[in-house]
């Protein structure tokens, strides 16, 4: 059933990309060819769990007949839920599956933006990724230092620093946001990393997961065990080296590559 419904689907998506408008909609609210109907709610979690499962990939936008599907996930709690389970999951690797080496050499990696501290009130205002991003805004609003904490991961941050485990930031922020960075995360919890890496003018040349990958193989030349990974991007755990787990948190509101 759901093989033979990928063409209406991928037709969709590519109404939807192009010129995507609630009108277009209506072709599925109409009984398809196998006699299946879907609802809205069905295209568009079936949109997001693809997002996630990391098939629809280089997305721009949201699709705009899900703005408020993404809207209404993003601050559900099934987000909490499905982002605590994340966490949960990497909490039982570092006490079953991870044999650190207690000499310094342990690290784990994390991305700061919708991992450590969420985005999603600057989405809310851009229609939860729905409208193609303004850096020049996002960055102001990030300037501002006011995202709010991502509770759950404080928690894993505050044990691996228990564990002795050294913890690195890598982001795709650039250099000039350091000072507010630091600032946010602090103010609202985060202290005792051992990195904070951001993008220089040089990194900038180069994709996100080239950047990423790039920062990972100086840690391990340097002697590093990566033992795991957070991030909500892709990008953020693919590329070589990675890090013996990777764990990716949800966010269905932007693509970065
Ligand atoms: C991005 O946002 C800034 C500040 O709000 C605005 O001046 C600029 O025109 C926007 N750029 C685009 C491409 O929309």
């Not at 919708?114 to 102001?140: F, R």
């Not at 709010?148 to 928690?155: A, D, F, S, V, Y």
Request: charged residues 25%; proline residues 3%.
């Amino acid at each position: 059933m759901a093989k033979s419904l990928l063409p209406i689907f991928l037709s969709l998506l590519i109404t939807a990309s192009a010129s995507a408008s609630a009108s277009d909609w209506n072709i599925l609210s109409q009984r398809s060819k196998n006699g299946l109907k879907i609802s809205l709610k069905n295209y568009c979690e079936s949109w997001r769990l693809n997002v996630e499962l990391h098939n629809i990939r280089f997305f721009q936008v949201v699709p705009e007949e899900c703005v408020s599907y993404i809207g209404k996930y993003v601050t559900s709690t099934q987000y909490k839920v499905d982002s605590e389970r994340t966490i949960e999951e990497c909490i039982v690797y570092l006490s079953k599956g991870c044999e650190l080496k207690g000499d310094g050499t342990d690290a784990w990696i994390f991305d700061i933006d919708d991992t450590l501290i969420s985005t999603v009130p600057y989405y809310k205002k851009n229609q939860y990724g729905g409208k193609k991003l303004n850096l020049t805004d996002l960055e102001a609003w990030m300037s501002k230092a006011n995202a709010p904490i991502l509770g759950h991961t404080l928690r894993l941050f505050n044990l691996l620093k228990a564990r002795g485990v050294d913890i690195i930031l890598i982001s795709a922020r650039r250099e000039g946001l350091r000072s507010a960075t630091i600032e946010n995360l602090v103010q609202v919890g985060y202290h005792g990393w051992t990195n904070l890496i951001l993008r220089s003018p040089e990194d900038e040349k180069k994709g996100v997961e080239q950047y990423k990958a790039d920062v990972r193989r100086r840690l391990v030349n340097g002697g590093y065990h990566i033992w795991g990974i957070v991030g909500d991007q892709y990008s953020s755990i693919q590329g070589s080296p990675s890090g013996r787990r990777t764990f990716k948190l949800p966010n269905p509101m932007y693509y970065v590559y």
